[in-house]
């Protein structure tokens, strides 16, 4: 083995430890009943709930004004849904409950694979459309979308790692559907 290769091999190990450990840190606050029962509802919330409420809202309160937000949040909503669906289907990623038995799962995963979040990657994703239109709006959905984030690990269904690709795909998607 080359020393590159064994040097990045090392690195990936550091980092696969990192993700497991810091998944198993945030898995063990689930233990915590009131956190626990929190999590499960923000991350249900995170379902999908929470945006098409605000997206209701938004339509009620500035009508027509909101029309194109509205579209624009779903048109990515959808494109999301492809993107995480197709790489989820591709990377075949376990979710860490059933690699690791000391992570409880204590929510319910809406498919069997873990990378990316779909969760993380439409919050974010909603979010920055959202505030792109209206920015008054950031008070409300930059904490939602990290409690949705925080919310995966801490329920067992994602490692950080699945978190974290889900927020920059979300936040390259988003961001990208602003300049077309």
């Known amino acids: 083995m080359s020393r590159l290769n064994y ?12 993700d497991i450990n810091l998944c198993q840190s945030c898995n063990d606050l689930s233990r915590n ?15 999908g ?8 809202v938004l ?15 779903l048109a990515v909503a959808l494109t999301g849904t492809l993107i995480y669906k197709l790489i989820k289907s591709k990377t ?24 990316p979040s779909g969760h993380t990657l439409h919050a974010v994703a909603f979010s920055i459309i959202a505030v792109a239109y209206f920015p ?9 979308a990290i409690l949705v984030a925080l919310s995966r690990p801490i329920l067992g269904l994602h490692y950080p ?9 979300g936040a390259i998607l988003s961001i990208f559907s602003l300049y077309l």
């Open 161 to 169: 790692s699945d978190v974290l690709m889900g927020a920059l795909i």
């Open 49 to 56: 709930v929470f945006w098409y409420m605000l997206m209701a």
């Open 92 to 115: 075949l990623r376990p979710r860490p409950f059933n690699v690791y038995p000391s992570i409880v799962c204590t929510g319910n995963p809406l498919d069997q694979y873990s990378f």
């Open 7 to 18: 040097h990045l091999n090392a690195s990936l190990q550091k980092f696969n430890n990192w």
């Open 59 to 73: 339509l009620l309160r500035y009508q027509a004004e909101a029309l194109p937000a509205v579209l624009h949040m």
């Open 136 to 144: 008054a709006l950031l008070w409300l959905v930059l904490p939602f």
């Open 33 to 47: 009943f009131t956190l626990r029962k929190i999590f499960k509802l923000i991350s249900r919330l995170g379902d």
